[in-house]
């Protein structure tokens, strides 16, 4: 679902499309906004427009129709290099015969800086990313984490207002992704800087955004901050993308105000917050988190209907119990309890009831 593109947004979007063959459109009508100084992460899989969308932000890519505005003006037709973004790629993008230092002064040289000011700026940047004792030494002397602390101090270092980064962590191993996220997000908010982030990586999104634009088939599914999308997803597709989701389909039986009936297709009958439901025998397919799931009658409001499952799997995770259960037929339906003193630990044959609150159950779309 697109949201309409607002007159005070520093970075927008408005009807735009993109088409390679004149026929087949990778970005369809889109109309978003981004705030000055938010994080903006574009997620999705791959083929979902999210990359073309940077690109064409960037000028590396023309849109086919619609605007793209950059604080309220269009850039259409602005030429990459003047548009005073500030780029970071997954593979770097260094200059491989220039030393770190050359590698920044090169986008203050293009914009005409004298040789004193480009030093205190090339300092301040390299600082910025705690890299200052490697000035004099080329990329291939560093290591992958090193290289990607120099790319994004290259895309500071003219201090632009708006930074654009396309899957910028995607070659580094979890431990230094992890480490990377937290240094740019609080860089792009102690510099007051825009961001747009590309990613495929839903942990990246929830983690670093200020909001998350879900894609798939060229369209945002959803946008909002990453604690609604997770928790209040719009349709099945972003339900299952983001996070760990268990599903089960079925048909609405009764709608009453906030809560409805679904009758699973094994025939159970479970409770349900309507989303993208609205009468009843409508198809629904209802998704629900892991971690809402209880076992423990006594946390249950009196009425709500519990399901009777068999436990396939039990998993010491240490913080958490991970069980697997089979469910209306499903026999992949994940249980995440607290590990407490309280909490069973199930054993595999185990027949057990669950349940749920009824507004951690979402009827959503059901895909054909």
Same mark, same amino acid.
């Not at 309220?72 to 973004?85: A, D, E, F, L, T």
């Not at 009843?280 to 629900?288: A, D, H, K, L």
């Not at 995770?317 to 069980?323: A, E, I, Y």
């Given at each position: 679902m697109a949201e309409a593109a607002n007159n005070d947004a520093f970075v927008a979007f408005e009807r735009v499309q993109k088409s390679y063959d004149g026929v087949t459109l990778v970005v369809k009508d889109l109309n978003l906004s981004v705030a000055k100084g938010e994080f903006l992460t574009m997620l999705g899989p791959s083929g979902s427009g999210k990359t073309t969308c940077l690109m064409m932000l960037a000028g590396f890519e023309t849109a086919t129709t619609g605007d793209i505005l950059l604080d309220?003006?269009?850039?259409?037709? /602005? $030429? $990459?290099?003047?548009?005073?973004?500030g780029m970071v790629?997954?593979? !770097?993008? *260094?200059? $491989?015969?220039? &030393?770190v230092g050359e590698n920044l002064a090169f986008p203050l040289e293009v914009r005409g800086m004298g040789k004193s000011d480009r030093e205190k700026s090339i300092k301040r940047a390299l600082d910025m990313v705690q890299m200052g004792d490697f000035i004099n030494r080329r990329p291939a002397q560093l290591s992958g984490g090193q290289q990607q602390r120099i790319a994004l101090a290259r895309a500071l270092v003219f201090e632009p207002e708006l930074v654009l980064m396309d899957e910028p962590l995607g070659a580094l191993d979890k431990q230094l992704r992890e480490q990377l996220q937290f240094e740019i997000t609080r860089l792009a908010h102690d510099l007051g800087i825009t961001t747009v982030y590309v990613t495929h990586d839903q942990t990246e999104a929830l983690t670093m955004s200020d909001n998350v634009a879900v894609f798939d088939d060229g369209r945002i599914q959803? *946008?909002?901050p990453p604690d609604v999308l997770y928790e209040e997803p719009r349709n099945s597709f972003v339900a299952q993308f983001i996070g760990e989701n268990n599903t089960l389909d079925g048909v609405v039986k009764e709608i009453s105000g906030e809560r409805c009936v679904v009758e699973l297709d094994g025939g159970e009958l479970i409770d349900a917050k309507p989303v993208n439901v609205s009468k &009843?025998?409508?198809?629904?397919? /209802?998704?629900?988190r892991p971690e809402r799931i209880e076992a423990n009658k006594e946390r249950l409001a009196e009425g709500v209907h519990t399901i009777q499952a068999e436990v396939m799997?039990?998993? !010491?995770?240490?913080? /958490?119990?991970?069980?697997? *259960?089979k469910v209306a037929g499903n026999d992949d339906f994940i249980m995440k309890t607290r590990n407490a003193p309280d909490q069973v630990r199930h054993k595999p044959g185990d027949m057990i009831e669950i349940g749920w609150l009824p507004e951690d159950c979402r009827a959503l779309d059901c895909p054909a």
């Open positions: 309220g003006k269009p850039i259409n037709s /602005v $030429p $990459p290099h003047k548009r005073g973004i790629f997954q593979n !770097y993008a *260094l200059f $491989p015969h220039m &030393s959803q *946008l909002d &009843s025998g409508e198809r629904t397919r /209802v998704s629900i799997e039990f998993i !010491y995770m240490g913080d /958490v119990f991970r069980t697997r *259960l």
